[in-house]
């Protein structure tokens, strides 16, 4: 199974700064299937990128996927109020699909 | 719009069972691959079990293989979580969610708003 290991933990920020959420893979990702989810308090999980780049549906273009192979980053370029939460990345190209442990993003 | 529906949680003891189930609705439901992802009170996402559009391919995490069966009707557009010799472990929020690739890569775009499986005696 791969691991995926995210960092920071914890992301202390202002509103209006810039966030870079770090996801590092045990092994290779198979075709840059690499996605992010964004968990708010209570709510279930929603799909931010997939492919290791691509925008889901109605994600603001202020959201921002990169990298391939082991190392992958979520960018979000200028943190509005309700960016503040909690944000997974997902391997789904290696069986079992695997999640990070999660990067918690909290308003400094 | 698309909807996921679970039921069924609850409280149960340990070594029990439960039936988890999810209505789904608003997309071709027969058409796509089906998860349930767990959760763990204040912990991280778990995938758990996915299964093929006919039912056909089902895989587990070795977690639950074993004890836990996928299954789905599709003539009631219904997903199913049966847990068998449940443990303390298990206890988590269960989420139905769909995948929106053609394969068993499970991309989940859709999820349903989940529920809550307490195992305690």
């Known amino acids: 199974e791969i691991v995926l290991t995210q960092s920071p933990g914890t992301l202390s920020l202002s509103p209006g700064e810039r966030a870079t959420l770090s996801c590092r893979a045990s092994q290779s990702v198979s075709s840059r299937y690499l996605a992010w989810y964004q968990q708010k308090p209570g709510q279930a999980p929603r799909l931010l990128i997939y492919g290791a780049s691509s925008r889901a549906t109605g994600i603001p273009d202020r959201f921002s996927g990169s990298g391939s192979g082991t190392d992958f980053t979520l960018t979000i370029s200028r943190l509005e109020s309700e960016d503040f939460a909690v944000y997974y990345c997902q391997q789904y190209g290696n069986s079992p699909c695997s999640f990070g442990r999660g990067t918690k993003l909290e308003i400094k | 719009e698309v909807q996921l529906v679970e039921s069924g949680g609850g409280l149960v003891q340990p070594g029990g069972s439960l039936r988890v189930s999810c209505a789904a609705s608003g997309f071709t439901f027969s058409s796509s691959w089906m998860s349930w992802v767990r959760q763990a009170p204040g912990k991280g996402l778990e995938w758990v079990a996915n299964i093929k559009q006919d039912g056909s391919e089902k895989y587990y995490a070795d977690s639950v293989r074993g004890r836990f069966t996928v299954s789905r009707d599709n003539t009631r557009n219904s997903l199913s979580l049966q847990m068998n010799s449940l443990r303390a472990e298990d206890t988590a929020v269960y989420y139905c969610?769909?995948?929106?690739?053609?394969?068993?890569?499970?991309?989940?775009?859709?999820w349903g708003q989940g529920s809550l499986v307490i195992v305690s005696s």
């Open positions: 969610a769909r995948s929106v690739l053609p394969s068993a890569a499970a991309l989940l775009q859709h």
